[in-house]
Each structure stands twice: as C-alpha cells, then as structure tokens.
C-alpha cells in the first residue's frame, strides 16, 4: 500500500514539472530591441499586477515605448529601464500626463516580499499612490528603491510585482542606448525611444 501511494506522488510530481511550474501569468512584451518574457506575481502584489494587466488586456501598451534608462554615468545610485504611455520626448516634461486609469494603491516591498534585483518589474511613481501606468525594469540590483531605501525622502520604496523570465538580453541593449545630452533626467532620456511593439498574455 504505502509503495503505491509513494509511486502515485512521485507521477502527479513528474506532472506538475512537465506542465512548467509556476502558475502565475505571464505577458510577452516585443520591442524593436527584442522580446521580453515578463512573469507576474499575483500573490505578492495583487492591486499593482491586476492594474498592469488591465492596461496589457486594454492594448494600452501596444504602440507605447521604453524612452529612460540610467546608469552610473547618469545616475549614479540606480540601475534601471522606464517604459509606458508617457512620451516626455515630445511632451516635454513639465507637461501634465494624464494616464487612462486612476492611479493605485501603493504596494510596498515590505508588504509584497519582492525587492529591486535585476530582472525585477516594478511601477514609477512621484508620491506613494499615484503609480498608474509607467514601469522599469532593474537592469541591476537597486536596493535603494526597496521599501526604506534612500531614492525617495518617503522611504516607501517602489511596487515591485514580476520578474523577466526570458529577455534580458533585450533589457540590456535598451539599457545601453544612447542619450540625449544634459543634466538630470534630460541625460537619461533614450535619443531614439524604443518602441513597445505589443504587449499580451502568453498564460
């Protein structure tokens, strides 16, 4: 009896592996640098992932770009790609953006247990709750943008709330594009933004 019911677990594991594990969803963002597997994390961060594939099911992004990215010799404290619906190259950037859909919740990395490696997707904001459409993807670790960390005076950190599964490749080419010339955020706006081609859910 007990050699069957060893034998039965060990089949309904090898099916669990067969099937690929994880269950949380999964969205494919192609860019003209490449396309980029990015899986989301539901349990940890349900309002900021429930907000993301509202915009992903909306075709929000389709069209969108990735136009910032800094590193240490424009920003020497974090390591990141911005992309979404803003478009500060044409609109400059004093210019009011109003995204589609109300701004949420903050989730912090205290709360969520997910922190700014690299590969980490997590939401832009200015103050805590007005998070709505923007995102960066660490292209390194920053851990000042964790919950505590120094990158804002509020110390709640950013909402973390996937991860890139496949495609980091791309993250780094768009990382090390080239920049408009000038101080602060002007130096890290990309020169030739790069496009969002489309982004769905691949499960």
């Excluded at 495609?167 to 080239?178: L, N, R, T």
Aim: aromatic share 8%; charged share 20%.
């Amino acid at each position: 009896m007990l050699k069957r019911i060893v034998a039965a677990l060990g089949s309904i594991f090898l099916a669990a592996c067969a099937g690929g594990g994880s269950g949380d969803p999964q969205v494919v963002m192609e860019t003209s640098a490449g396309d980029i597997t990015i899986e989301l994390y539901p349990e940890n961060a349900p309002v900021t992932v429930a907000n993301f594939l509202r915009y992903v099911d909306a075709g929000a992004y389709d069209g969108a770009h990735f136009y910032r990215t800094t590193r240490p010799g424009n920003d020497p404290m974090i390591s990141v790609i911005q992309g979404g619906l803003w478009a500060p190259w044409k609109e400059g950037m004093d210019e009011t953006f109003e995204p589609p859909f109300p701004a949420i919740e903050h989730e912090t990395t205290e709360t969520s247990g997910l922190t700014h490696e690299a590969g980490v997707i997590s939401m832009a904001r200015s103050e805590p709750g007005t998070a709505s459409s923007e995102f960066f993807i660490n292209a390194g670790d920053n851990p000042s943008l964790d919950f505590g960390g120094e990158r804002n005076p509020d110390g709640q950190g950013f909402a973390a709330f996937g991860r890139v599964v496949s495609g980091m490749d791309a993250v780094q080419k768009i990382h090390e594009a080239q920049t408009e010339t000038g101080e602060g955020f002007l130096g890290q706006i990309i020169a030739e933004p790069v496009t969002i081609k489309t982004v769905r859910r691949k499960k």
